[in-house]
């Protein structure tokens, strides 16, 4: 991360945010009151790890309260701020008005690297975290839900939920208080890969407007695009996985802390994820060539770039020399205002992180609603739809019957039509109809409006549009 002089995240947060602003219309006020951050609490607490008193400092931003509860992740990193929390937070009120999760936008950090500590001394440190947030109402199903964001899994929210629950054994929707839970403690089926595979429909979706390819200088479909990742980390890895496994893109060149990989032929994005886990690195990785300097590789020839690991990562001292025609922000703020700027003066066209990496928010939401109706999705329908297909395909078995060898129905039809939806094939199929709508809402409104150059002012507009007709309709008191 670099910031050379460059404005702070959460100014270049607010900046972009400024310029769509203008093209909006609002009444006058109304713009300071979308972009200001509500409130921010910092708290200090003191845990006695084996023997020696430490001291850590957490944030959790409330930017916008027009809905409620407000939703946003729980970063565990050394380098986690105010400004960068505030940052963090004004982003998730704008994608959860693009992709219609009826929540305001929140944040929150512990600056601490996590690396750092054993199993029980962060369960010590994470329950004593949501204690203290908890007691202010920061964390709860009706106010303030966190999520996994940086350094935080299911481990950690299965901590903050039963945290939650001890202090407020009463509350029938305990469990709602924190998503991105395990399953077996209130989560949902498909919300650990969410982001990740969020990050996989849109590009699929991009792939479906041959305008908006030709726009970027690409053609063909997404199949075998040359895509380069930064970050193996949750969202990272599995979109990574997602377009390879699934949509043969060649995977060529993988960015960690640590150096990167490369190999034009194609990198296992499994077997680099396994060697990681073992070795902790991505040194020693036999097949494909090491780069020291990981972060040169975000300027090598590529169609597709993901930046799935951290903010600021493209600034103005790398930008001029990004090759790739098209960016994935699967990270949050992965590219500075500055390098925003240089990037579309080249042409190259940029999917924004508030649309882009809306997969996590998008899924935390239904695991949200799941945990309000304490009832797994699918579970009424699933059986009897499966019935009725059943009686479709014995009527059509009859056919398959006179119409002897001119036509018969296949066995994996069969399999493939008689099987009812589940929790996971709902989620997917949610969290599919979310990506396509939001992205043809923002592709639609880039292209007819003269003023709307490009996909991020794009996305800011129909989020500020939103977010305004929602205060207008609650009124300003
Ligand atoms: P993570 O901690 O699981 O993974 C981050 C990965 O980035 C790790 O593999 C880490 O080693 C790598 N990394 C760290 N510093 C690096 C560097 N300097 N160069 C290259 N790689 C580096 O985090 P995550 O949950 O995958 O989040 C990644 C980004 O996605 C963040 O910006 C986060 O805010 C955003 N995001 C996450 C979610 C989610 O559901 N987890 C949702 C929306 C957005």
């Given amino acids: 991360m670099a910031n050379l002089g460059e404005m702070t995240f959460r100014e270049s947060v607010d900046l972009m945010f400024s310029k769509a602003a203008k093209l909006s219309n609002l009444e006058p006020g109304l713009e300071e009151r979308i972009k200001t951050c509500n409130s921010t609490y910092t708290v200090r607490f003191s845990i006695n790890i084996k023997g020696k008193i430490e001291t ?30 505030e940052a963090l937070a004004a982003l998730m009120t704008y994608k959860c008005a693009v992709v219609e999760a009826p929540f305001g936008g929140s944040k929150g950090g512990l600056c601490i690297n996590p690396n750092n500590y054993d199993t029980n001394d962060l369960e010590l440190i994470t329950r004593r975290f949501a204690t203290e947030l908890i007691k202010r109402d920061l964390i709860s199903p009706s106010q303030n839900v966190p999520a996994p964001d940086m350094g935080t899994g299911e481990r950690e929210m299965a901590w903050i939920a039963d945290q939650y629950l001890r202090l407020n054994p009463t509350d029938i929707n305990a469990s709602a208080c924190v998503t991105g839970k395990p399953i077996n403690k209130w989560g949902i089926n498909g919300r650990t890969e969410a982001t990740g595979r969020g990050v996989q429909y849109a590009l699929r979706e991009f792939f479906r407007h041959p305008e908006d390819i030709k726009i970027a200088g690409l053609d063909g479909s997404l199949s075998n695009k040359r895509v380069i990742i930064q970050g193996l980390g949750n969202v990272g890895y599995y979109a990574s996985k997602f377009l390879q496994d699934e949509d043969n893109c060649n995977i060529i060149g993988i960015i960690e802390r640590d150096g990167a990989l490369v190999n034009k032929n194609g990198i296992d994005v499994e077997k680099v994820k396994e060697h990681i886990m073992n070795t902790s690195s991505i040194k020693g990785y036999v097949d494909a060539k090491y780069i020291e300097n990981g972060n040169s590789i975000l300027e090598s020839d590529c169609d597709i770039l993901i930046p799935a690991a951290l903010e600021g990562v493209i600034n103005v001292s790398n930008a001029a020399k990004v090759r790739a025609p098209l960016i994935i922000e699967a990270a949050n703020g992965p590219i500075t205002h500055g390098a925003d700027e240089i990037l579309k003066e080249k042409g190259t066209i940029i999917i924004p992180d508030m649309y882009a990496n809306a997969g996590g928010v998008t899924v935390s939401y239904f695991e949200w609603v799941k945990n309000l109706s304490r009832i797994r999705f699918g579970r009424m329908q699933r059986r009897e739809e499966e019935t009725r297909n059943n009686l479709l395909v014995n009527e059509l078995s009859k056919l398959d019957n006179l119409l002897d060898d001119q036509w018969s129905m296949s066995d994996e039809f069969k399999t493939r039509y008689l099987r009812g939806a589940g929790e996971l094939e709902l989620v997917r199929s949610g969290l599919d109809d979310t990506m396509r709508n939001a992205y043809q809402q923002i592709s639609e409104n880039w292209k007819s409006n003269d003023n709307i150059h490009d996909l991020r002012t794009s996305a800011y507009v129909l989020a500020i549009k939103k977010i305004a007709d929602s205060y207008r309709a609650q009124g300003i008191y």
Avoid at 60 to 74: D, F, L, T, W
């Fill in 56 to 85: 850590f400092v957490g944030y959790r931003a409330v930017h916008s309260e027009h809905m409620e509860p407000v939703k946003g992740g729980i970063r565990y990193a050394e380098t986690v701020n105010q400004d960068e929390v």
